[in-house]
């Protein structure tokens, strides 16, 4: 696999393990026992700390991305291994 492939694919882990690890570690103001603001969500967080949040999601991100590796140096799962529908033996034209 060449490197700008393997980048490509490494930036795409990455944007999917945001939405992945975003959720955790999140508190509310009302869980923290502040003062709620008005016009903001109830949901919203106390506190946005993003170079926490970009650590944690590098560090899922490269541990995916090993894992892909892995996986496409060693063929653990292949295509063929996850065929639900025994399509591995039609001919295609």
Known sequence: ???????????????FSVFLV??????????VGGEHVPGQAESAPHEFRSGRTAWRV???ATVLFV???LN???????PLS????DRGNMVTR
């Open 58 to 60: 590098t560090v899922v």
């Open 67 to 69: 894992l892909f590796q």
């Open 82 to 85: 996850v065929d639900l529908f």
């Open 22 to 31: 975003l959720p955790f570690g999140v508190k509310t103001t009302r869980e």
């Open 1 to 15: 696999m060449r490197w700008t492939s393997a980048l490509a694919i490494y930036v795409l882990f990455w944007s």
């Open 72 to 78: 496409y140096s060693y063929g653990w799962i292949t």
